[in-house]
């Protein structure tokens, strides 16, 4: 899988969900593989924090007996964070305005992750 294949899912994010601000691809121990910023956003402390927050939620999962994670969703009042496996050891997620559609996003989350599975 290369960074343009990467980079290209990463833009339909984009194109397709309105109102996405940030999206990347991270690794399972936390390293940024691609991304496409804000301005001002550290992707060194988006993939470590997205990496962790994965991590918490599938373990909260496992300890309530919960089955495995789908999404995880954060929801804030000025915009929300979204985040998805991809695979074994990839991560994918996205940061929205608080007006953008969780469905819409969910779907296209869902599409590029199987795209992403199938490039590694």
Known sequence: MSDEQLLFLLQTLHDNIEGVKSSAVVSAEGLIIQAILEEGISDIRLAAMTATI???????????????????????????????????????????????????????????????????
């Not at 994965?54 to 300890?63: D, F, G, I, N």
Request: charged share 25%; net charge negative.
């Open 54 to 120: 994965l991590s918490v939620s599938e373990r909260v999962l496992l300890e309530l007996k919960s089955g495995t994670l789908d999404v995880c969703i954060l929801q804030g009042n000025e915009g929300n964070f979204a985040i998805m496996e991809a695979g074994e050891e990839l991560i994918i997620c996205v940061c929205l305005d608080v007006e953008a559609r969780m469905d819409t996003c969910f779907i296209e989350l869902r599409k590029v992750s199987e795209q992403i599975k199938n490039l590694t």
